[in-house]
């Protein structure tokens, strides 16, 4: 697996409109095709492995707070650690979280456990489902590619926390700035 | 052809080609970048599965099953695909109506004396309709007959109950059919009205009712509206007749005022070329150091006075914007239909005047200068004196005028191609018996950024005449043939040899140029008229139609009404229908026992053109020739 590309999905939840992009492209990847116009005919149908999930305004603040939401891949997986057959397993620091279907008995300890219930049903029960990150796919998650606003995106720790840093440092020029004019004035 | 960069992988015609580097080159943005920029595109929109009909929504239906299945209301995937569909053929129909309404307005100022500029050049057709229409034509003059025909086609539009005139123009069995299954048009504004009330919130929900009254509202337009808009315009600005052009970006001159025509109505073109002989503007121009002012054209405004002056068409949809990228022209005239709003920014990088006329059309940045009928020679003069004196910031170091240009050879309407064929269809119709020609593709429709520029138009007619199709084409379908030479009576030897034998010996082209997107109509006539020859219906017949880079809703319209009228119409880029199985089946299967006509979609023009054989060749066997 060192080959593939590591990283996560984050999500820029301001960002995210709701449109369902996401869903749509993950179903399309599922598919046996990958053309849209042939997946939407498909037998089973694929299944999209990420779901905008919403919550109206009360719980958090007085704003209706909407994002999709893909399994996080932890690195100490719950899912991982309750299988009972090792059908789940972790691939590498920032590698995905991945499903080994004919290991699965479809027991769903897995979606018991999991505290972002990204885990789902496959249409014929038998087996789990989730997201893998796209980790064979060239152009990388394909819910990622989809995003109209660029809400979702995705990066490894270190090239976030470094945009992190340069946006704080970029915010401390624009303080200092402020200061000295403020400075001058007096 | 070798796909090498970018800009050919965007357009399969050289001179484009060349223009989109020079683009690339100077940072100028084009169609074909704000659709990179809109991708991905919206799956729910592709399927035809978001409706913002009313407020309860936006609402989407999750194709594969797990989100919802129903809109709030309750409208299923069928519903919301046929309501899109009825509201795209509504705008279509509409645009060319109203088009024809504006043509029908100026033949009655004609008439009371106020047509400023406008005359009635073909007096033998005027006669012709008004018979048609039941207009006492003896003893009376052009005037008062030019009134009454005015008068009555101005009231179809509007007509409550009662067909419409030139319906009865489709053959008997085709009528019948049309009154059997209730889609025998009323007047196309009632049809358009009824369209948008059907698709209210809780009006119609039949996805099959829905789709019958989009079929009874394009032929309200392709046998009404569209069909108004060719016939008038021939009474007065003539009907085409046989000449030879020139065509592609190279008809630009380095040396003259160039003046790009640029939508459809012919009201405004015609008086443009007419102010440009003008002696006064000449003068003026020459004042400037210009050797004379350079009328051309883009899109179907650019192909009614190329079909009827010969005036050089500069470039088909997706080169509008590539024209001003040739820093050579002082004024881009526009009316309605098919402009892009992105022009005037555009233009802000040159010395073009983006000059919009319709009251009905403006675009934030365009010079706007009103046209109106009742004084549009002298509103014609003001707009090219308004170009002739931008003349002088024209910047040299950024004109870039590409050499290539084409001859062509069009002007093919009806009458024309009767007259060619020695004053009846009989030797067409002979031909095709004889099997020399197989039978006739129309060939019409669009630019898509989605596709290749020009390659599926090209490819699609190359491989038709190389079978002994003959190809009938308007539109920016036929700016790509004129572009690819197919329009050269020497092109003959590129089709098979029983059509290059037709074609030498009549001495025309194998693809024949019939005119604008509302002179779809001719094809049309021209498939009534030979269906009555034969004693059948139009969906016996060895035809069949395709849009190969079709986006319009105008071309959604067109296709309805071509298969309404029982042919066979392949469709190069997909409609946003798939997300319902059930419209899919009645579009591309069901219709065919309904109306004898059905669509197909096939992205590849060598395959398209291999459904449009089979299809011919099976008509033909039905026919027993």
């Known amino acids: 697996m060192e080959d593939k590309m590591e990283g996560n999905i984050f999500i820029d939840v301001e960002k995210c409109v709701a449109c369902k992009s996401c869903e749509m492209a993950c179903a399309v990847e599922q598919s046996k095709s990958k053309v849209l116009f042939q997946a939407i005919r498909e037998e089973p149908l694929p299944q999209s492995l990420v779901r905008v999930e919403w919550i109206s305004g009360e719980l958090v603040s007085p704003k209706k707070l909407r994002s999709p939401l893909q399994c996080r891949h932890c690195e100490d997986a719950p899912c991982v650690t309750v299988c009972p057959t090792k059908a789940l397993e972790k691939l590498g620091a920032e590698g995905p979280v991945i499903v080994h279907d004919e290991r699965c008995i479809g027991c769903k300890w897995c979606v018991l456990v999991c505290p972002f219930g990204v885990i789902s049903l496959r249409r014929d029960g038998k087996a789990v489902i989730k997201c893998d990150l796209c980790f064979e796919r060239e152009a990388g998650p394909a819910c990622v590619e989809a995003c109209p606003t660029k809400a979702l995106r995705f990066l490894t720790v270190a090239e976030l926390g470094k945009e992190r840093r340069r946006k704080a440092l970029a915010d401390l020029q624009q303080g200092l700035v402020a200061g000295k004019k403020q400075q001058l004035r007096w | ?625």
């Open chain 2, 1 to 625: 052809m070798e796909v090498k960069d970018r800009a050919s992988e965007r357009s399969f015609d050289p001179v484009s080609q060349y223009m989109l580097r020079l683009a690339e080159k100077q940072g100028i943005e084009t169609a074909w970048d704000r659709l990179e920029k809109q991708q991905p595109q919206c799956g729910f929109g592709e399927l035809g599965l978001c409706c913002r009909h009313c407020n309860m929504g936006p609402c989407r239906i999750d194709p594969f099953g797990e989100g919802p299945t129903k809109g709030v209301c309750g409208a299923t995937a069928d519903t919301m695909v046929a309501r899109g569909l009825l509201r795209a053929i509504a705008a279509g129909a509409a645009a060319h109506s109203d088009h024809g309404r504006d043509i029908a307005h100026t033949l009655l100022l004609v008439a009371e004396g106020k047509g400023n500029g406008y005359q009635i050049k073909d007096e033998a057709k005027l006669r012709a309709l008004a018979e048609e229409y039941g207009i006492e034509t003896k003893k009376r003059t052009v005037e008062e007959i030019a009134f009454d025909l005015a008068k009555a086609i101005y009231a179809e539009f509007g007509k409550q109950e009662g067909p419409i005139q030139f319906t009865r123009r489709a053959p008997e069995k085709r009528l019948k059919l049309w009154q059997k299954l209730g889609i025998e048009p009323r007047g196309v504004d009632r049809e358009i009205v009824e369209c948008m009330h059907r698709t209210h919130m809780g009006v119609d929900h039949d996805y099959v009712n829905l789709t019958l009254h989009g079929l009874r509202t394009s032929i309200a337009d392709g046998w009404g509206g569209s069909m108004i808009a060719t016939e008038l315009s021939d009474v007065l600005f003539g009907t085409p007749q046989p000449k030879k052009a020139m065509a592609n970006l190279g008809v630009l001159k380095a040396d003259e005022v160039n003046i790009i025509v640029h939508g459809h109505e012919p009201t405004l073109s015609e008086m443009i070329v007419a102010a440009t002989h003008d002696p006064d503007l000449l003068d003026r121009a020459k004042g400037y150091g210009a050797k004379g002012i350079n009328v051309a054209g883009i899109c179907c405004t650019g192909n009614e006075v190329l079909m009827r002056q010969g005036v050089p068409i500069a470039g088909n949809f997706l080169q509008q914007e590539l024209a001003i990228i040739t820093g050579a022209v002082e004024a881009m005239v526009v009316d309605v239909q098919c402009i892009m709003p992105a022009l005037p920014d555009l233009a802000t990088c040159y010395h073009t005047k983006i000059i919009s006329t319709s009251p009905k059309a403006k675009t934030p940045g365009a010079t706007h200068i009103e046209f109106h009928e009742e004084k549009a020679y002298d509103i014609a003069k003001e707009i090219v004196r308004t170009a002739v004196d931008n003349y002088p910031n024209r910047v040299a170091a950024k004109v870039n005028i590409p050499d290539e240009k084409m001859e062509c050879m069009v002007g093919f309407s009806v009458e024309a191609i009767v007259a060619a064929l020695g004053g009846s269809l009989t030797p067409l119709i002979d031909a095709i018996k004889s099997g020399a020609i197989k039978g006739i593709a129309g060939v019409v429709g669009c630019n898509n950024p989605t596709v290749r520029q020009d390659y599926s138009h090209v490819n699609l007619v190359k491989e038709l005449i190389k079978n002994d199709v003959l190809v009938v084409t308007t539109g920016c379908n036929a700016i790509a043939c004129a572009k690819a030479g197919l329009m050269r009576p020497e092109a003959a030897k590129e089709a098979g040899k029983g059509l290059k034998g037709v074609c030498q010996a009549l001495g025309v082209p194998p693809v024949l140029h019939m005119g604008s997107c509302v002179d779809i109509s001719r094809i049309l006539v021209a498939c009534a008229a030979i269906a009555k020859a034969l004693g059948v219906d139009i969906s016996d017949l060895p035809v069949a139609g395709a849009a190969p880079e079709w986006m319009s809703e105008k071309a959604v319209s067109i296709g309805a009404y071509v298969v309404s009228s029982g042919i066979f119409t392949v469709l190069g880029t997909v409609p946003a229908v798939l997300g319902s199985a059930n419209v899919t089946k009645l579009l591309t299967e069901g219709a065919e026992g309904v109306v004898g006509g059905k669509f197909a979609v096939e992205t590849d023009p060598f395959k398209a053109a291999q459904l449009i054989l089979s299809h011919i060749m099976a008509k033909r066997a039905a026919l027993g020739i």
